[in-house]
């Protein structure tokens, strides 16, 4: 099969250069165009990156020569691109949704992971196995904006990702839930580069991440929601409380999660089968960037762990241990995910495969 080809928008900071790492070998997508500000356009890619560059491979020998383009110069998009992953940083937001949008109505499809897009109703937010049917939005976006073949897609806060699927897995089973408590305990990476200075971050815990409590709070709301005629309709149905940290560790947010049952409760026992046993589509079509399990449950007392845990099935696994009562809600646990990874470039790949596997992305 002839490979896809794409462009990384954003491709010289963290999550790019995870886009860059993820994607030197991926079976369908070859990176072909690389853009980022005007500080970097003009350089090649190498050269742009690399007093910066985080990832513990080399720079891939297919992408270093890439000459990186100015995000903004829409003139330069080669004619031939399939799609772009977007993780731009721009100092406003509508200048970011200007941006993608722009990039839709050249007939570029777009898979964000900056936050301007996630509350626009028409613009799906995508964990893969939750809410694929979302990408049903995409049709009343194009006719909404008179965009062809383009279209924007987002993905959720990194935040999240570490606890909403054990929560919707529940769900799926039959156990419906209403309340949680979650306190995050996040990795430095999520901060971009170069992020939080290391004299805040060294022997130290910072207890506030700006718009991240509401992020954990408020998105879960349109991912569990349903495709209206219009957008997404939000569901309410869970109250979630959120208390986000940052920690200094590199990759890897670990989310405490207290849970209160709507009225069935279910046995430990029942609770690790449901994790353990749950599989959604990307599972289902062999994804090439799906994890065989989506959800690890780790018997150690001690886990999961940000060092050993963190790259569980390619970094796609959310891992989860100290499944226990509580005194207060009905259950407590610590969960896991690869933020730079399932949390952005990792999770946006695998939009992407189910994007092409629906027909979305050609
Ligand atoms: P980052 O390391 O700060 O990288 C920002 C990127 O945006 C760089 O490529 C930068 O290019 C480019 N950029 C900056 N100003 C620009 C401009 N005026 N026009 C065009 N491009 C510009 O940030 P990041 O951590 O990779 O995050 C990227 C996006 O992903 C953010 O929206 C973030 O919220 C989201 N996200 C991050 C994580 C994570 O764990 N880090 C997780 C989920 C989502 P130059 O190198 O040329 O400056």
Not at 69 to 76: A, G, K, P
Not at 209 to 227: A, C, D, R, S
Request: aromatic fraction near 8%; include cysteine.
């Amino acid at each position: 099969m002839e490979k896809l080809k794409i462009g990384v928008l954003g491709a010289t900071g963290i999550v790019g250069q995870n886009y860059i790492k993820l994607l030197q070998d991926h079976p369908w997508f070859q990176i072909i165009d690389v853009a980022a500000s005007p500080r970097s356009a003009g350089k090649t890619y190498e050269e742009a990156v690399k007093a910066k560059w985080q990832m513990t491979i080399d720079i891939p020998e297919s992408v270093k020569d890439l000459i990186v383009r100015d995000v903004m110069d829409f003139d330069s998009i080669p004619s031939d691109l399939s799609f772009v992953f977007s993780a731009i940083v721009m100092p406003t937001k509508d200048q970011i949704k200007e941006a993608e949008f722009k990039y839709a109505e050249k007939g570029i499809p777009v898979l964000s992971n900056n936050s301007a897009h996630r509350w626009t109703p028409d613009v799906p937010m995508i964990i893969g196995e939750i809410n694929h049917d979302h990408v049903n939005v995409i049709p009343i976006q194009q006719k909404k904006r008179g965009f062809k073949n383009g279209f924007v897609a987002v993905k959720p806060n990194c935040s999240l990702q570490s606890y909403l699927t054990t929560i919707y897995a529940l769900e799926q089973a039959g156990y419906k839930v209403e309340k949680l408590i979650i306190t995050t305990l996040q990795a430095v990476s999520g901060a971009g580069y170069p992020g939080v200075p290391s004299l805040d971050m060294i022997d130290n815990i910072v207890p506030y991440i700006g718009g991240e409590e509401e992020k954990t709070e408020k998105e879960p709301t349109k991912i569990l929601g349903k495709v209206g005629e219009d957008g997404i309709i939000n569901d309410e149905s869970i109250q979630i409380s959120a208390t986000c940290t940052r920690v200094p560790v590199i990759d890897g947010h670990t989310a405490c999660v207290n849970v209160k049952f709507k009225d069935k409760v279910p046995t430990e026992e029942e609770i690790k089968s449901i994790w353990e046993n749950f599989r959604a589509l990307p599972q289902e079509l062999n994804l090439p960037y799906a994890p065989k399990k989506p959800i690890i449950y780790l018997n150690n007392i001690d886990r999961p762990q940000p060092k050993k845990d963190r790259d569980a099935d390619k970094g796609m696994a959310v891992t989860v241990g100290r499944l226990r009562k509580d005194t207060v809600f009905d259950y407590k646990f610590i969960s896991l995910s690869h933020n730079t990874v399932r949390g952005a470039a990792g999770g946006s790949i695998l939009t992407a495969e189910l994007l092409k596997e629906k027909g979305f992305i050609k």
